[in-house]
Nanobody, 121 residues
Framework: QVQLVESGGGLVQPGGSLSLSCAAS????????MAWYRQAPGKQRELVAL???????HYADSVKGRFTISRDNAKNTAYLQMNSLKPEDTAVYYC???????????????WGQGTQVTVSS
């Protein structure tokens, strides 16, 4: 099994910053993709940022220039640096990884438990 543990959420004022972490553990042979999604109450879950094993990245238009996704392959950990936060960034943030599991033929997706980010004055 693969487990994801997220941390770093909390309450921050508009214009402030937060850093989220997502640590993956288990029978991981390799991590193909690490990504962050978020879901606000009453809204659909949306992709925030994605990073492939080759280093390519994708950001939602709403966070470009403010958020940065990174990964530490040695630690099997993804990060999301969030700057210039806005109230509309308030949501539960989920980490998702696409991994190749030792002993299995096909890669699989795993989701973290989510961490609450609240941007409010």
């Amino acid at each position: 099994q693969v487990q994801l543990v997220e941390s770093g959420g909390g309450l921050v004022q508009p214009g402030g910053s937060l850093s989220l972490s997502c640590a993956a553990s288990g029978s991981i042979f390799s991590i193909n993709v690490m990504a962050w999604y978020r879901q606000a109450p009453g809204k659909q879950r949306e992709l925030v940022a994605l990073k492939t094993s080759a280093g390519s990245t994708h950001y939602a238009d709403s966070v470009k220039g403010r958020f940065t996704i990174s990964r530490d392959n040695a630690k099997n950990t993804a990060y999301l640096q969030m700057n210039s936060l806005k109230p509309e960034d308030t949501a539960v943030y989920y980490c998702i990884v696409n991994v190749h599991i030792s002993g299995l033929k096909e890669p699989r997706d795993y989701w973290g438990q989510g961490t609450q980010v609240t941007v409010s004055s």
